[in-house]
């Protein structure tokens, strides 16, 4: 067992996952002091969620419904997706007082070739491109967009200041813990500044916070 973690072997074969299906509970995220409930397998989930093998939700995408989408494309604002498989890790604290000693556990993306195509042709044309999470953006950080005409494998990319963005203009986030890995990243897009002062305007006006709580529209620090 490793940080409060182990692994179980099943002897269901073949039916493993319909048995899952069958007696599992939703991994709500361990600041939620609450056993799940039979809505939380629909509120803590995207609208456009289609691959399974995250234990999390990107929680940033729990605020699109198909309608929003909708209204984004008839605005002709595209919309692009991409698969990471989000693990345990994304809830475990930094443990290291020296940040550069910390490290992520590995996780499992995917982004297709039409997603590429997508990117790319935003980028030639001028467009912005928006990463809907810490999530996404840890895949499109973690690739060359300009090359290749699909991804999949692994990434434990930790992106903490200083860090120079490639890929991502502006990113919709959530309001993350202290001490955490997406904090790290939020004050590598931002400034750790001025990211303060936002967490601040958002405790004073009472914000929620986490998986189900509001978010913000962030741009890199060195676009603005």
Do not use: W
């Amino acid at each position: 067992m490793k940080h409060g973690r182990a692994v179980i072997r099943f002897n269901s074969g073949k039916d493993t996952e319909r048995k899952l299906q069958e007696i599992a509970q939703v991994p709500l995220p361990p600041y939620i002091k609450r056993d799940p409930e039979s809505m939380d397998s629909i509120r803590y989930q995207t609208v456009y969620a289609s691959e399974t093998g995250a234990v999390a939700a990107p929680t940033a995408g729990l605020h699109f419904t198909p309608g929003l989408l909708a209204n984004l494309q008839d605005a002709g604002i595209d919309n692009v997706q991409l698969t990471l498989h989000v693990g345990p890790g994304t809830f475990q604290p930094l443990r290291r007082e020296i940040l550069e000693e910390n490290s992520l556990d590995p996780e499992e993306y995917y982004i297709s070739a039409e997603s590429l195509s997508k990117i790319r042709k935003a980028r030639s044309t001028g467009g912005r491109i928006v990463a809907v999470g810490t999530t996404t953006t840890r895949v499109l950080e973690s690739i060359d967009i300009e090359s290749g005409e699909s991804f999949s494998g692994e990434t434990d990319i930790f992106i903490f200041p200083p860090y120079r963005f490639r890929n991502v203009d502006a990113l919709i986030t959530n309001f993350h813990l202290p001490g955490s890995s997406l904090l790290c990243l939020v004050a590598a897009f931002m400034g750790y500044e001025f990211m303060m002062k936002a967490y601040q305007y958002a405790i004073e006006r009472s914000y929620r916070f986490y998986s189900y709580g509001d978010a913000m529209l962030i741009e890199q620090e060195s676009r603005k």
